[in-house]
């Protein structure tokens, strides 16, 4: 994945096509165009996830906030700032392991040691033992995941603190352990097994969720599951438990329990704002999984409207779109996967296929220009980056590393032990649950 040619580079930059849409130098639209300035011009301003998919999301009181980054760094052009990462990494060496997440800025991605999802990044840093810090360039609850796995003695480092993330946001553990009492209320103890050994309920979180809610889980019998292997745990859930809840996402639940066969009416939404959840006793007692009521807002812009556009324009086009799409887009595409799936499948077709991605536009972008053999467009005509990974810049990371080579550790991003003791326990249950291998896409 790693980009090493200027003129992939280019392509792959979501930056240079939002300079340019906003420059007028060349058509498209954004939808916002904030999102040609840099990422500090936030820091200081009211609290929000920044321009891009998220800015018209709430953001929960308390969330963390970025300090103002140096003059130095801001006012750097884009070559010296590239020229100082690398001459901060050259000093440190093995001392420091540098992740970027798919969804990252390709300026970001370039100077990373690993790219992948999230979960393949916590565990590539495992690889460089020697590491005494780990610069992890994407969101929060990543760098929360890479210090649980880390030595005690490892660095996490995020290298701008208002990277965060909604959708991980729509889930607090103060409202899963509300809702937690009131299925309680409904189904009585639940620890109490049935005749067949299952409990009523099992809760299940998304890779995309706090440590705290990882540990929610991990005291409570329960797993943390993937975009890959979600199949595979709910599975294994159904085996303990006579139900499950599911959260963060609705969408990746909803969309992996209906391909396991669970009707709908069997999977009821749960709204931390509404008594029950705004469910009824009978539809809670006849549910099999509770839906939390979030979201991934880069996921919620695709459309079925676009899958029919991309299907008109490009005859015979492949569409496949993440499991975080709403369930009518993954129905209406050929295939729907976790960004590790989506990349396998397109550097497995043939030479001349065309593909419509249904995912972040940072990823489209950088496999489009990877893969010029391939036709390869986002399904949204729109540029609108993931607005919490697009606030980590260049800038940011030469200031972390250059920090580092001073012997300062800056934006260090810890777990409490209490909080990580059953997180982990969580996460090795998830580890357990290996999925089969995937399926490539029609045609690929």
């Known amino acids: ?220 019998g329960g797993i943390v599951c993937t975009s890959s292997n979600a199949r595979t745990v709910l599975e294994q859930v159904f085996e303990r438990g006579q139900r499950v809840l599911f959260f963060p996402d609705q969408h990746l639940g909803r969309n992996t329990a209906k391909a396991m066969g669970v009707a709908l009416s069997q999977m009821p939404m749960w709204n931390p704002r509404k008594p029950l959840g705004g469910s009824t006793v009978d539809e809670l007692a006849d549910a099999r999984v509770i839906l939390w009521h979030g979201f991934c807002s880069v996921h919620k812009r695709f459309t079925v409207d676009q899958i029919a556009e991309a299907r008109a324009t490009h005859p015979g086009v492949q569409v496949i779109v993440h499991p975080e799409c709403p369930m009518p887009v993954v129905d209406a595409a050929d295939a729907a996967g976790s960004t590790d799936f989506i990349v396998k499948a397109i550097a497995a077709a043939p030479a001349g296929s065309t593909f419509a991605i249904g995912t972040e536009i940072n990823l489209v972008q950088r496999l489009a220009a990877e893969h010029p053999e391939h036709t390869i467009f986002c399904l949204d005509p729109v540029v609108c980056p993931c607005s919490t990974m697009y606030r980590i810049h260049p800038g940011y990371l030469a200031w972390v590393l250059e920090e580092l080579v001073e012997g300062r550790v800056v934006n260090r991003i810890t777990v409490p032990a209490d909080v990580a003791d059953p997180a982990r326990l969580a996460l090795e249950r998830m580890l357990a649950a290996k999925p089969p291998a995937p399926t490539p896409a029609p045609g690929a």
């Open 1 to 220: 994945m790693t980009i090493t040619t200027p003129s992939i580079r280019r392509e792959a930059s979501v930056d240079r096509s939002l300079q340019l849409i906003a420059s007028g130098a060349a058509p498209g639209a954004s939808c916002a165009p904030e999102l040609a300035k840099g990422p500090w011009e936030f820091d200081s301003g009211p609290a929000g996830y920044g321009p891009g998919a998220s800015m018209g999301d709430v953001i929960p009181t308390g969330s963390p906030r970025q300090g103002a980054l140096p003059e130095e760094y801001r006012l750097a052009s884009d070559d010296e700032l590239h020229e100082r990462i690398r001459a901060a990494k050259a000093t440190l060496g093995d001392r420091v392991v540098v992740l970027g997440h798919f969804y990252q800025r390709d300026e970001v991605v370039q100077h990373a040691d690993f790219v992948g999802d999230s979960f393949q990044l916590a565990n590539a840093a495992l690889t460089r033992p020697d590491a005494e810090a780990i610069v992890f360039c994407g969101v929060h609850f990543m760098a929360e995941t890479a210090d649980l796995l880390s030595r005690p003695d490892q660095a996490v480092i995020l290298p701008n603190l208002a990277a965060g993330c909604s959708m991980a946001d729509m889930a607090d553990l103060s409202s899963v352990e509300e809702c937690w009492e009131q299925l309680a209320d409904v189904y009585g103890d639940l620890d109490a097994v049935d005749a067949s050994g299952r409990v009523p309920v099992v809760p299940v979180t998304y890779m995309n969720s706090s440590a705290a809610l990882k540990g929610f889980v991990g005291r409570h």
